[in-house]
């Protein structure tokens, strides 16, 4: 019998690539929540203790968690309220609200989502409230056990929280502050932030009823710690089926991760970015490209999937214009050079855009101006000009002045990958000035 297992356990190529692609795409889609958050023990510690006031002692807190996107703000949470609700008493009594300022975009979509999310449809019903605060108020008092003793605990927690200070008159805010001071029912207030300048939004009257206790997280990543990261991202665990597979796949990634333009890859995606999406993003696309006829990751792989990942969507968009939409952004250019980045406006343009077609006998550009127009406005819509604030009122269309919202390298980049490019545009566009 074991040597028949010894025989099975070495699968086809292909199972095992497959079985590869499966465990990879669930590692880096399907985010699992570390057992212990690495580096932010203290803020983990601190979150604990405070949640734990409201959920099982019944303490009105307010709390802020502030730090860049990809900091592990939502990772923090997370991990603290698993290990909350693994308390018999939270776990019976603590209720959660999820709101998040994408999504509710005023207040009345925000009370709204809280009658929801505490199934507090039915008890509301057609009742119409003089204000917010009396509807909120409403909702907090029918949570009530029945002996009128306690209310249970509610966690309110709103992520995107800076845009809820956008809100008219910061009414959900200010009744949530004010419940969570005065102690009309336990709420903690929990906001998640990537603005450091929070609290400069808020209104005097917010501000005062706001604890002012605020969690920062910022990211201590050093590139050795994101090197380890990248390798056991894409190691295999030791009970995959096929051993000597995996032992041969791991000891790939250990080289890949020890190669120089790997290094140099990766690196360029850490100075840009610590965020672990975007370093998920990279490895996914290099795994893509893993078949049976290639089943390891080369460096070539990963500095393809590096050069997709800083695709300049704007120099791609280039790639796409007729030719005289490309000659009237070459003219723009010109113009910039000469006037050193000053404003231009489509009349201008069409005098440089003539002084080219003069210099070249042919007449295969001769546009009509009507023509010429309908070009210069789809490159308004495509965002690769716009017009200088205020200049749109009361001018006519050929005279207002446009900035060009294109770099000279990226229109470089375009007439050199333009499919088809006629030499003399290429030429006009290579030359410094018309």
């Known amino acids: 019998m074991s ?32 057992d212990k958050p690495e580096g ?5 510690k601190h979150l604990l203790e405070l949640l734990k006031r409201t959920a099982v002692h019944g303490e009105s807190n307010s709390v802020l968690i502030v730090g860049p996107r990809g900091a592990g703000k939502t990772m923090l949470l997370k991990c603290v309220l698993r290990e909350l609700l693994e308390e018999k008493e939270a776990q019976k009594n603590l209720l959660q609200v999820h709101l998040n300022g994408l999504l509710q975009t005023d207040d009345r979509i925000a009370l709204k989502e809280i009658t929801r999310q505490l199934h507090l449809e039915n008890v509301v019903g057609d009742k119409v409230f003089g204000s917010f605060a009396e509807n909120l108020a409403f909702l907090l008092e029918a949570l009530k056990k029945g002996d ?20 008219k008159n910061q009414t959900l805010l200010y009744n949530l502050f004010d419940v969570s001071q005065s102690a009309q029912a336990p709420i903690a207030v929990v906001g998640i932030t990537c603005r450091l300048d929070v609290l400069e939004l808020l209104e005097k009257r917010v501000k005062s009823r706001f604890s002012h206790r605020q ?3 910022l990211s201590s990543l050093t590139f050795t710690k994101y090197l380890e990261r990248v390798q056991t991202q894409l190691s295999l665990p030791d009970d995959f089926p096929d051993t000597k597979f995996a032992e041969d796949w791991n000891d790939s990634i250990k080289t890949l991760c020890e190669d120089k333009s790997v290094e140099d890859v990766l690196q360029r995606h850490f100075n840009s970015s610590k965020d672990f999406r975007s370093m998920q993003m990279l490895l996914m696309l290099c ?28 120099a791609n968009m280039l790639h796409g214009l007729s030719i005289l939409e ?4 070459i003219a723009m250019k010109h113009l910039n050079d000469v006037y050193e980045g000053e404003p231009f406006n489509l009349q201008m343009v069409h005098n440089e855009f003539k002084k ?51 770099d000279h390298s990226q229109i470089m980049e375009a007439l050199q990958k333009y499919p088809q490019c006629p030499t003399e545009v290429k030429q006009w566009g290579m030359s410094a000035f018309g």
């Open 3 to 34: 040597k028949r297992k010894v025989k099975d356990a070495h699968l086809p190529i292909g199972e095992c690539i497959t079985q590869v692609q499966e465990i990879m795409r669930e590692r880096l889609c399907h985010q699992q929540l570390p």
């Open 40 to 44: 932010i023990e203290a803020q983990h």
């Open 148 to 167: 009128r003793s306690s209310s249970r605990p509610v966690l309110f927690i709103l992520d995107e929280f800076d845009l809820f200070a956008h809100h």
């Open 215 to 217: 969690i920062h997280l």
């Open 287 to 314: 795994l893509s490209r893993v078949t049976v006829a290639k089943p390891a990751i080369k460096p070539a792989d990963l500095q393809e999937a590096s050069r997709l990942c800083f695709a300049d969507a704007k």
């Open 326 to 329: 490309l000659c009237l952004i």
């Open 356 to 406: 080219f077609l003069q210099r070249k006998s042919n007449s295969m550009y001769n546009f009509e101006q009507p023509v010429i127009m309908k070009a210069f406005e789809h490159l308004q819509q495509l965002e690769l000009i716009r017009p200088v604030d205020g200049s749109a009122a009361k001018t006519q269309r050929e005279y207002q002045l446009m900035r060009l919202m294109l």
